[in-house]
């Protein structure tokens, strides 16, 4: 049985905030998505968990390994695009939100869908305009939620580094096509590979945590879970019951300083961010909207929150310290080291409440 503490530092090694990966692949391979609807927030994640420069990172973003498409819980992450069958799998066959809606709109939403993969296949680049017009006239919320469905039943992708939701390409431009239809057995065996990706980028976790950060409900992942029984272990903390990967081992270094990107995987991946802070530092982290903050994470322990912006000719950084000011000299490393991966200029910092 673990203890809360060795649970936090199990999670902190795993997503490389102790140790960077060398690879962003591998980086990606952990994580299984980036929260993607804004584009820098997503590059400074990918920098601050793998060891490359500001300009690696972008050009990562460009290859087409990597796509943009809607998943977890219908919002716009980063995946391998060898993972898009596993999310097709998973996601794409199962009836949501989208299909109520156009149901009640009485949009045809598979005609609408077959019209815009025929669209696809015709042309490398395709515009919102162009899928809009396909649609036709419907909701705001109906056309997003199309155009989502279009992407998790594996037909369409966003092009990864656009920092909009304007333009679009065909899975088949990708290379290796081959058409996807639902069957029980794979998408099951899709369920259980998420859920083991899941644990083992993220466990020691609950289902609830799991629960969260896919967006499915108990019912739909119930079978998965009774596959993998022989391969987890059940322990409860103070009346909590999680669920590990069996074999985790506590690793024996603390993480001195980590500093987070906005809604980082690593933070949002779990129903209850309270494991790394407070409650009171929780509602200063997240806005009224649901935006998460980018954290400052020292000693096991969520300290305060930063940003970054350009002013002029300087890197201007701001800390704000949820308590007491705390490694400073550590974390004037970290913001260095992320200037210096940028571009040479200077940076200052600003601190706020001390």
Known sequence: MLTQNEITQIRLHKLGMVEKFDDPRRFMYQTIALQSQNHQPALVNLLQHVAMTWEEAGRFFE????????????TLHTFLAEDWEM????????????????????????????????????????????????????????????????TIQGSLYLLPSSDGI???????????????????????????????RYLSGYGPATWKDFRHWSGLNAGEIKAATLCLADELDTFEIEGE?????????????????????????????????????TEAQRKSAWTVNGHCSAII????????????????????????????????????????RFASRIEPIPAEIKYVGI
């Open 63 to 74: 290859e087409k390994s990597v796509i943009k498409i809607w998943a977890n819980r219908l």
């Open 87 to 150: 999310v097709y799998r998973v996601f794409g066959t199962r009836t949501n939100i989208v299909h109520r809606l156009c149901q009640k709109e009485g949009a045809d939403l598979e005609a609408i869908l077959a019209e815009m993969d025929r669209l696809g296949r015709r042309q490398e680049i395709i515009s919102r305009k162009e899928l809009e017009a396909i649609i036709g006239d419907y909701s705001s919320q109906v056309t997003s939620g199309i155009i989502a469905q279009a």
């Open 166 to 196: 304007r333009n679009y390409s065909h899975r088949m431009r990708l290379g290796n096509y081959e058409e996807w239809e639902s069957d029980p057995v794979r998408n099951q065996e899709a369920m259980v590979r998420l859920i083991r």
């Open 241 to 277: 019951s999680y669920v590990a990967l069996k074999g985790e081992k506590v690793p024996t270094d603390a993480t001195r300083v980590f500093l987070t990107g906005k809604f980082d995987q690593s933070i949002i991946a779990y129903k209850d961010p309270t494991w790394i802070m």
């Open 297 to 336: 994470i020292a000693g096991n322990r969520a300290v305060g929150l930063w940003k970054y912006e350009w002013k002029k000719d300087i890197l201007l950084f701001t800390i704000s310290y949820f308590e007491e000011a705390s490694f400073q000299v550590e974390i004037k490393q970290e913001l260095e």
